[in-house]
């Protein structure tokens, strides 16, 4: 990789971890905080506040990536982290279940995923892409083990208003990386233009898109309820960081391992596999084992374990099957896939905690991973094409087709 390419990845995975940071951090607080609010009450409601990003995230990742296809990447992706910063504050300053949706909603309408990617595909030469997306994937894992760890002790100090406040700080950093640090992007290359409908149904890409509107769906679903768990079960909420770190660390361990076999060993279908197939046994485990503390902090090991191998893989994958010229559009779609999943986990979670208490989310969870394994059993992946001074070595040559 060029000095620049390593610049944009490394920047460009930055902005993507700052904004993902801010989005996480409520995850495993909000829920118990939301009990002492005006209309908190309500497990659809807190449901609704945790996923509602997700829903304007949806509507607007295609027309923010084709935004940037016309305006410029950087232009639009200034403007979508102003939206977001300006959500944070919104929900900061909101007294009542009502207007933290209503920031939420806001936070999600700076709809930026596709358009960062775009970028960094923008930036990078194909040989060299996939570290890239993997940087850019693997930093999301990251952000999310951080606030997991992180979030308890920081509300212990700065209560809820404070977290979303330091969101609004972290957009705004953002905001500095895309305009001092990261490179301007070459001008587009001529050539047709790929009709958006073979994207969208391209059958490997939308086995993806599938894919990752599961993980966040299960995600999302999953902390409405695990955090009153660990408490229904004697760990107050200001220990939760002790289960997050021990259990993310736990985790971290055969992560690096799996990604390096997948890659170097031509291994990418299988480990992809066995990791939706992790999934399933931690859906079913949570479920089993959800009234013992001891059970549930093992099943969350293996849920991080699955979590941060695909969300590692999965935009890599995405840019080495998208077309050429139809990335920005590919990923568009790709992003849109996950803002659902993470609306409707939000959603479907709070309203089947209400209804059927934690035992209906790790259900949910159960059978949309089960349902990703029959997808993924079929998905074909192309090659991955190595740079011509890596193409003699062994490690190259072992990256295989995967079928």
Request: glycine share 12%; hydrophobic share 55%; charged share 10%.
């Amino acid at each position: 990789m060029t000095r620049d390419e390593k610049r944009a990845g490394i920047s460009l995975a930055a902005i993507f971890a700052l904004r993902m940071l801010g989005l996480f951090l409520i995850l495993p607080v909000f829920a118990e905080h939301a009990k002492h609010i005006p209309g908190g009450g309500n497990l659809a409601l807190v449901g609704l506040a945790m996923g509602a990003y997700g829903l304007t995230q949806a509507i607007f990742q295609i027309p923010y990536g084709m935004a940037s296809d016309r305006w410029g990447r950087k232009r639009v992706i200034v403007v979508g982290l102003l939206l977001f910063a300006l959500g944070s504050a919104v929900a900061a300053l909101a007294t009542d279940i009502y207007l933290i949706i209503a920031g939420r909603v806001l936070q999600g309408s700076g709809a930026i995923s596709a358009a960062v990617t775009a970028l960094a595909a923008d930036l990078t030469r194909d040989q060299h892409r996939t570290k890239v997306m993997a940087m850019i994937g693997s930093s999301i894992g990251l952000v999310f083990a951080v606030s997991l760890i992180g979030a308890p002790a920081l509300y212990a100090v700065i209560g809820m208003g404070g977290l979303f406040w330091l969101t609004a700080l972290l957009a705004l950093g953002a905001v500095f990386l895309i305009t001092r640090v990261v490179p301007d992007p070459p001008p587009p290359q001529p050539g047709p233009t790929v009709p958006f409908r073979e994207v969208l149904l391209d059958g490997q890409l939308m086995r993806l898109n599938f894919g990752i509107f599961a993980l966040h769906l299960i995600q999302m679903a999953m902390f409405v309820v695990v955090p009153g768990l660990l408490v229904k079960n004697g760990l107050a909420l200001a220990g939760h960081w002790k289960v997050y770190l021990g259990t993310m660390l736990l985790s971290l361990v055969p992560t690096v391992p799996a990604i390096i076999l997948a890659e170097r060993k031509g291994k990418v279908k299988a480990v992809f596999v066995a990791a939706v197939l992790l999934l399933v046994a931690a859906e079913t485990g949570c479920y089993l084992g959800m009234d013992n503390l001891t059970a549930l902090v093992a099943m969350m090991t293996v849920f991080f374990l699955a979590f941060n191998v695909l969300e590692a893989n999965l935009p890599s994958l995405i840019s080495r099957v998208a077309p050429a010229r139809a990335k920005g559009a590919a990923l568009g779609v790709y992003n849109t896939s996950q803002a659902i999943g993470l609306f409707l986990g939000g959603a479907l979670g709070g309203w089947l905690a209400q209804h059927s208490g934690p035992g209906g989310v790790f259900g949910l969870g159960a059978v949309v991973a089960a349902a990703w394994v029959l997808v993924a059993l079929s998905m074909k992946l192309p090659s991955l094409r190595p740079s011509p001074e890596a193409q003699a070595t062994p490690a190259a040559r072992g990256i295989l087709e995967q079928s």
